[in-house]
């Protein structure tokens, strides 16, 4: 009688986590595309060159997320062995792979400024002048209006960029966005004016990024707590099932 009281907790407790993990699910794909429209990953752009990227990534977890609740919602309503024992699996291995995850993370926290300043760095040596509407040059641009930077660490980066600005542009130029009054579409040349970005934009793109992470770290550590739940739920509620099959054999 014990058992079964337990076995229908479990049953009922695995729902209601997975109600939760779906609706989770569906705000993660949600940033993602939010991320994708709204700020076409500019800061991501900038830092490796790779349009999209953490937006993609979000969707992908959450339709995988709403598709593991689903199974979950359903061996737990028809009290199904198999979509039970997937279900537990699948949230395992996420669960590692998460913990994996939080711990290189972790290994790496020191050394964010050096990756961070590193692939700015050569996104900017990239930036080709004959292609302003490229995606680079767009985000460039956009990330140095929405943080009123210019360059990496100061706008002489842009100076000291032979590979492809320097060369292209006249002396003592910058890309439009240095300017909050650019002299054309493309360049700025207002170095002396009150308009023009003198900071660099390597701190403000980390400061924006130590406040999403802490927020997306608060939030991985509750879906983690709910996944652990889930997993001895879903284990749990099996293993009656199991006993109860035998025991009718």
């Known amino acids: 009688m014990a058992a079964e009281g337990c076995c229908a907790c479990a049953k009922y407790v695995l729902f209601i986590l997975n109600i939760l993990f779906f609706f989770g699910s569906l705000g993660s794909a949600g940033l993602g595309i939010y991320s994708l429209v709204h700020t076409k990953g500019d800061i991501g752009a900038v830092i490796d060159n790779r349009d999209g990227t953490f937006g993609g990534f979000l969707i ?16 737990a309503a028809r009290e199904n062995r198999c979509a039970l024992l997937f279900y537990a699996i699948a949230l395992t291995i996420i669960f590692l ?16 400024r050096s990756i961070v300043d590193t692939g700015m760095i050569n996104t900017l040596n990239a930036f080709n002048p004959a292609t302003p509407n490229g995606k680079l040059e767009m985000s460039w641009n956009r990330v140095q209006k929405l943080f009123t930077c210019c360059g990496v660490d100061s706008p002489a980066d842009w100076q000291s960029n032979r590979t492809r600005w320097a060369p292209a542009v006249p002396a003592d130029t910058y890309p439009a966005s240095c300017c909050k009054t650019p002299t054309d579409q493309n360049i700025c040349r207002n170095t002396t004016s009150s308009g023009f970005r003198n900071s660099g934009c390597l701190q403000k793109v980390l400061t924006s990024l130590h406040s999403s992470w802490t927020i997306w770290a608060g939030v991985a550590i509750g879906v983690a707590v709910i996944q652990l739940f889930g997993i001895i739920c879903a284990c749990a509620l099996q293993r009656h099932i199991k006993r109860i099959d035998y025991s009718l054999v």
């Open 97 to 112: 792979m998460e913990a994996a995850a939080g711990g290189v993370g972790y290994h790496y926290r020191n050394k964010l």
């Open 60 to 75: 992908a977890v959450g339709v995988l997320g709403c598709c593991l609740s689903a199974a979950g919602c359903l061996g």
